[in-house]
Each structure stands twice: as C-alpha cells, then as structure tokens.
C-alpha cells in the first residue's frame, strides 16, 4: 500500500511541511481533504499552523492510497474510510477480536493456517452473534488489521 515512501520519524507532532514530503502531497492538498474528511482535524496552533500526528499522518496515506492508488473519487474515499471507522468503532465495542488478542509476529510470519489454528478454539474465535474469524466477514476486517498491523511495524 504505501511502498516507496520513507518511514514516519519518531516525533509527537508534524508540520503541514513534513505531512506534505511524508505523504507524497502538496500541503494546499492536505488543506483541502481536511475540508473533505472530518476524521482528519490536525491541531491549530499560533497563527493557524496545523501540527499533525502520527496517527493523522497514516490517515492520510491511506486517503492518498484510495485516491491516488486505488482510483477512488473523493464521495468513495470518503464513504470507505467511514466505513473503516465504523468497523473499528464496532471491534472496540468487543464484537470483534482485540488487536492486541492477534499474535505478535510480524505479517509476513502469519500465514492463514496459523491464524486460523491459533484462533479457531479461542473464545474471541465466535462472537454472541455466531461469527467466527474464518467467516467471509471477518475476512475484510483480518485484511485491514493486518494492514494496520504492518504500517504500526513500520521503524520510527
């Protein structure tokens, strides 16, 4: 998803400059999406200096990545990270497995009888409505947690 961009630096806060050159955009692009996307608000400082943070900055990528990548338009890009919010809201509600019930290997090192092994007798395996994480699903979710996974990975 975001190969060929430099990792993110280590630091608490970035400006629209260094979001800009991380990201692989323009900073007048990044004012308009913040239009566009509600879930992206960086903090406003001084003089309306906005200071983004890493999870912002990952945001981003992924808008860029459905923009750019995968040939969304802004109404879709927009509806998918909606529904990408709402799927997260719905783990954290614990109907879902938690991402820190996942094992701690790297992705690479998950291959899918593994995962499934490792889970298919747990009790985070079925949740009260029947599913379990070999149901079609959970498959777009496991995909998205893996992905999430890999980008938190990342070295600072």
């Not at 998803?1 to 990201?23: D, H, N, Q, W």
């Not at 903090?43 to 995968?70: A, P, S």
Request: negative net charge; proline residues 6%; contains cysteine.
């Amino acid at each position: 998803m975001t190969s060929g961009v430099s990792p993110i630096p280590a630091k608490r806060y970035f400006t629209i400059g260094e979001v800009a050159e991380l990201c692989g955009v323009k900073p007048h692009v990044l004012r308009y999406w913040e239009q566009e996307f509600t879930q992206l608000r960086p903090m406003k400082r001084r003089g309306n200096r906005r200071y983004y943070q890493h999870h912002e900055v990952l945001m981003i990528r992924r808008i860029r990545d459905l923009l750019y990548d995968q040939g969304f338009t802004i109404s879709g890009a927009r509806n998918k990270m909606q529904e990408l919010l709402q799927a997260e809201r719905e783990l954290k509600r614990g109907q879902g497995v938690v991402v820190s019930d996942l094992p701690d290997a790297p992705h690479d090192a998950l291959d899918d009888e593994a995962f499934d092994d490792e889970f298919e007798d747990s009790p985070q395996a079925q949740d009260s409505a029947g599913f379990t994480l070999n149901s079609p699903s959970w498959g777009a979710v496991r995909r998205e947690l893996l992905e999430i996974r890999e980008l938190l990975a990342e070295p600072f």
